[in-house]
C-alpha cells in the first residue's frame, strides 16, 4: 500500500505537459515521477438532420442556406462542432424540384459524419412587378377597327425568375367605333413561371382620327 498524488487534475480531454506525480510507500519513503498526457479523440460526431423550406429573394432571385439550419440535435463529445453541407446557393432553377445536399458534421479534431443527407424545398412566392403606362392611346385604323397587345401596355414589367409570356392575359383586346373617344379601363395580368401572378387595370384612350369619307 502507499499514496499518491499530483499537480493537476485531469478530468478532460486537455493535453497535460510535464506533470508531478507524488508517491510514497507504506514506510512513508517518498518518490516523484514526472509525466505528459495527450488526449486522442477518435470518435466523429453523431449527425442527425431536417428537411427545411427557404425562398428566394424577391430582387436577385437566390437564397443561401447556413448548414447549420439542418442541424437537428448533431452530438459529440467535443465541442464546438463546425458543420458544413455540399450544395448552399440556390437560385430559380432550383424551385422545380427537392434539393437534396450532403451534410457535413465536424469535431475540433478534424473527426466528421458525413453521411447523413437533408432536402432543401426553395419556393418562389413573389408576384412580377407589373409596370403599364399610365395611358395607351390605341388609334382605330381606317375600317374602324383597333387591337390592343401587351407590348403597348407594359412599359417595364420584371420578376427575377422570369415572366411567363404565355400566361399573358388582356381583358379586352378589340376594339371598335363605338369605343372612339372613351378611356376604358383593361385588366392586364402577368405571371410568372412558378405561377405567381399580378394584375393591373391598364387605362385605353380610344382615338378616331380618320375623317369621314364623303362620296357627291
Do not use: W
Amino acid at each position: 500500500g502507499g499514496s499518491y498524488s499530483s499537480t493537476t487534475a485531469y478530468n478532460n480531454l486537455t493535453d497535460i505537459s510535464d506533470d508531478t506525480a507524488y508517491v510514497q510507500d507504506v514506510n512513508s519513503c517518498p518518490d516523484t515521477i514526472i509525466f505528459s498526457i495527450q488526449h486522442t479523440d477518435a470518435t466523429p460526431p453523431v449527425a442527425a438532420t431536417k428537411n427545411i423550406t427557404v425562398y428566394l429573394d424577391s430582387a436577385t432571385g437566390t437564397v443561401t442556406v447556413n448548414a447549420e439550419d439542418l442541424n437537428n440535435g448533431t452530438t459529440d463529445d467535443c465541442s464546438p462542432i463546425q458543420y458544413a453541407i455540399s450544395d448552399s446557393t440556390f437560385n430559380c432553377m432550383n424551385t422545380t424540384s427537392v434539393q437534396t445536399v450532403k451534410f457535413h458534421a465536424i469535431d475540433p479534431t478534424g473527426n466528421a459524419d458525413s453521411t447523413k443527407t437533408a432536402d432543401i424545398t426553395i419556393k418562389d412566392t413573389t408576384a412580377p412587378a407589373n409596370l403599364i403606362y399610365a395611358v395607351v392611346d390605341l388609334y382605330l385604323d381606317s375600317s374602324g377597327s383597333g387591337t390592343l397587345t401587351a407590348s403597348m401596355v407594359d412599359s417595364a414589367s420584371f420578376d427575377a425568375c422570369g415572366i411567363d409570356a404565355s400566361k399573358t392575359y388582356l381583358g379586352q383586346v378589340a376594339f371598335s367605333c363605338i369605343h372612339a373617344g372613351d378611356t376604358i379601363g383593361v385588366a392586364y395580368r402577368i405571371e410568372d413561371f412558378s405561377g405567381n401572378s399580378r394584375t393591373v387595370t391598364a387605362k385605353i384612350a380610344v382615338h378616331d382620327t380618320f375623317a369621314p369619307d364623303l362620296k357627291l
